[in-house]
């Protein structure tokens, strides 16, 4: 694709559905996934999380945290969830890209151990809290942050290949909720998408909504001091 870099990255648009008849290899997503961990940056290079990746094959899992992140909207992290299946939620078709996509990604926070070069620095006296799992509350802005210039630069990866991500935030934060799943171990971080797009989100607004639904422009959000 002989695009610059803006406008490769201008084509990025938030995926509402996803492509489930023609699925992008795994060997090429397992390419762009350590592309992405090759250039992404990481505070001591710790890179304090997992990118769990769910495949064509994990439906029941993606469908489980389709679930989730639909009743989230409905109530508030702290109420245990009553649903049993779809029937007791209410349909959501922004939270189809989740339920539709053929590589679902879901970070999570990952106490771990220093380099090589840390561990004489801890040996100087250092102490670096993406080691202790008694930190992990600590330093969620910062993994947050990591996580989504991992996410950034994923994106970047994938239009290269005509491919498109999405991301979501809007699921439980309370660990309970994750029980059914027995992978998850720490905080979840962020949702990831990444596949063949059958349907943008501003693809269902019609002109005049697309008119309103703008992001503040440069002279609001970018301040000289």
């Known amino acids: 694709m002989d695009l610059n870099l803006l406008q490769l990255l201008d084509r990025r648009r938030h995926v509402k559905v996803y492509d ?40 029941s899992e993606k469908h489980s945290i389709w679930m989730k992140s639909v009743d989230h909207c409905k109530e508030t992290n702290e109420k245990e969830t009553t649903i049993k299946s779809e029937k007791d939620i209410e349909y959501n078709p922004y939270f189809e890209h989740i339920n539709t996509a053929p590589y679902l990604l879901v970070f999570t926070q990952r106490p771990c151990p220093p380099n090589d070069y840390y561990k004489e620095a801890i040996q100087r006296g250092n102490y670096y809290e993406q080691m202790h799992t008694k930190d992990v509350d600590l330093i969620l802005p910062d993994v ?44 979840v971080i962020l949702l990831g998408s990444i596949g063949k797009v059958k349907e943008f989100r501003r693809d269902s607004m019609n002109n005049k909504e697309k008119r309103k639904d703008r992001k503040p422009g440069p002279e609001i959000v970018l301040k000289w001091i």
């Not at 699925?23 to 762009?32: G, N, Q, T, V, Y």
């Not at 304090?48 to 990746?53: A, G």
């Not at 630069?153 to 309970?176: G, M, Q, W, Y």
């Open 144 to 187: 947050s942050i990591e996580v989504g210039m991992f996410m950034a630069n994923l994106s970047a990866f994938a239009l290269e290949k005509d491919l498109h991500t999405s991301v979501l935030i809007c699921f439980p934060r309370k660990f309970s909720r994750w029980s059914d799943m027995p992978w998850v171990r720490h905080p």
């Open 20 to 59: 489930t008849e023609d699925i992008p290899e795994e060997e090429l997503i397992k390419d762009l996934l350590k592309k992405t961990w090759k250039v992404t940056p990481s505070k001591n290079n710790f890179m304090p999380y997992h990118c769990n990746v769910l495949g064509p094959d994990k439906k």
